[in-house]
């Protein structure tokens, strides 16, 4: 019940301290100490065990501000991981960035606890990591390089990734997903990697694509090599499907449950959302020739919402 009371006391300072200066946390501390040790009856303590008299002591003030600030900061990072969690639909937070090395000292800290070693991670925090479908394992620890749980884990996250791609996929009509691609920039450089890895198994050396991997991308007709010739193939093949669509139909309002080809529908809907970062200058794989090209056939460029039939303008 102890720890329970001054969690909440953490929880309700929390705003203050993540808006606060560096130079403001240790103020900060301290009210919750006297606060702390006010408001509870008999007054609130930070209790330790003695290594040599296995007697419980109050550890003091200043210790006690170190042990606040360490529960400030610790929930400031969880609340960061659950707002990714809540973007990206999993906690695979890349190691490069601050939220990434405390990640993997949790993991550290983790460990410690299942070899029965002091750590400085208790029960209640590892259950609120469990809430999120922590990975405790991460793809960056070599420590548990080989282990089953490390491949199991690895495995979890690689499906994750490509079911994301799936859908970018049903929804653009492709795999090529932009390197500025702001919804999801994980996605995009997890397909680079994926095609970094495949380039390393054809040249026979040590990669972590397996065959399996690679007929499931395949399956998403993945480009393995996204050279300006291939690219530029595929382009004109689905203009080409379009020009066909506009000879039956009258019009390029493909729509995008089109039964008889489902992509070219995504494919039509994703031209129309490069012209507007082109017009928004930004970047865009839409080029002045494939502009002037699908002009030439009488596209739409813009549609009314809720029909993706209804004309808005060109």
Known sequence: PGNERYRTKIDNYMIEFVNCKRSKQEPIAYEIIQSWRQSQNPPGR???MSNETGMWYDIGDEQGKNKTI???QWKKRFLQLKSYRSKHGDCLVPLGCRLGVWIKYQRN???????????KIDQEQINLLKEL??????????QTKNSPTKRKNYSTAWDERCAV????????GDCLVPRDYSTDNQLAKWVAYQRYQYRLKREGKKSQITD????SLNELDFAWSILPEKSKVGWEGRFKKL????????????????????????????????????I?????????KRLSLLDSIGFIWHVGRGNGNTVVGK
């Open 212 to 215: 399996e991997r690679i007929e």
């Open 280 to 288: 928004a200058r930004k970047d865009s794989e839409l080029t002045d």
């Open 109 to 119: 800290q983790y460990k410690l606890v299942k070899e029965g070693n002091f750590a």
């Open 243 to 278: 020009k066909k669509y506009k000879k039956r139909h009258g019009n390029c309002q493909v729509p995008k449950g089109y039964i008889e080809n489902p992509r070219l529908g995504n494919w039509v809907n994703y031209q129309r959302q490069l012209h507007k970062r082109k």
């Open 133 to 142: 479908e922590f990975c405790w394992t991460g793809l960056g620890d070599k």
């Open 46 to 48: 930070f209790l330790k």
């Open 165 to 172: 791609l799936r859908k970018y996929k049903i929804k653009y």
């Open 70 to 72: 360490r529960a400030l």
